[in-house]
């Protein structure tokens, strides 16, 4: 069983849905939690970085951590066609230096 | 120009030949990493330094080398590529936390 469970997806919603990615995981030492979003044939780049549980919003981008389900998601209101891409979660154990545990992405399409 | 750059960006090679990616960053970023991307097993750590002279290795390390003579630089060498290691490989920096940030990436084919 992998550290880092991610549905690949593909997930096609229409223009204007809220989308919803998830990841689960099985080391409770996690502690610090991560989003990246991937176009196609670029690097991975930084949406939400969490620490423990609880929720983070920036803009249309809400992070939602509940370590008692060791759960966590991203949610997308209002998805335009440009949000279509990959969704990385990704997570560590401490701040600082830390070795960083990737899903292995959800690709999402949306639709005009 | 700032950033993290990775050269080249594609590169095809035979097996046996060694080849060497090239990671370059302008924020003096303590730690730097190398991490290649494939269908289904996502991204997988390859070495990591946490600075200049210090590397350890990562997940997958077998038949790869690492240097880091100056902060700006962590360049990645395959000593004797092999068809197993056609991939896609990100360099990423960090500095003391907050996450990482990624370069373009170099799309890698050993034939």
């Known amino acids: 069983q992998k550290e880092v469970e991610q549905d690949p997806g593909p997930l096609s919603v229409p223009e204007g849905a809220i989308v919803s990615l998830n990841c689960t995981y099985s080391n409770s030492a996690f502690q610090y939690f991560m989003w990246y979003r991937q176009y196609s044939r670029k690097g991975p780049e930084l949406l939400m970085y969490?620490?423990?549980?609880g929720n983070k919003e920036d803009g249309r981008f809400t992070a939602q951590v509940d370590k008692s389900s060791k759960y966590i998601s991203l949610f997308i209101r209002d998805s335009q066609p440009s949000d279509s891409a990959t969704y990385l979660c990704a997570m560590s154990e401490s701040g600082g230096y830390q070795k960083v545990t990737f899903g292995t992405g959800t690709k999402l399409q949306v639709i005009p | 120009d700032a950033g993290i750059t990775q050269s080249p960006r594609y590169k095809i090679t035979e097996t046996g030949r060694q080849v060497t990616l090239m990671c370059h960053q302008t924020?003096?970023?303590?730690?730097m990493f190398w991490y290649r991307q494939d269908l289904g097993h996502g991204l997988r750590l390859i070495y990591y330094?946490?600075?200049?002279?210090?590397?350890d290795k990562g997940e997958v390390p077998d038949g790869y080398v690492v240097s880091r003579s100056k902060t700006e630089n962590f360049p990645l060498t395959l000593e004797s590529a092999t068809r197993s290691q056609t991939s896609v490989y990100f360099c990423?920096?960090?500095?003391?936390?907050?996450?990482?940030?990624f370069g373009s990436g170099t799309r890698l084919t050993v034939v």
């Open positions: 330094s946490a600075a200049a002279d210090i590397t």
């Open positions: 969490t620490y423990s549980s």
């Open positions: 990423a920096s960090s500095s003391s936390g907050g996450g990482y940030t």
């Open positions: 924020w003096s970023h303590s730690y």
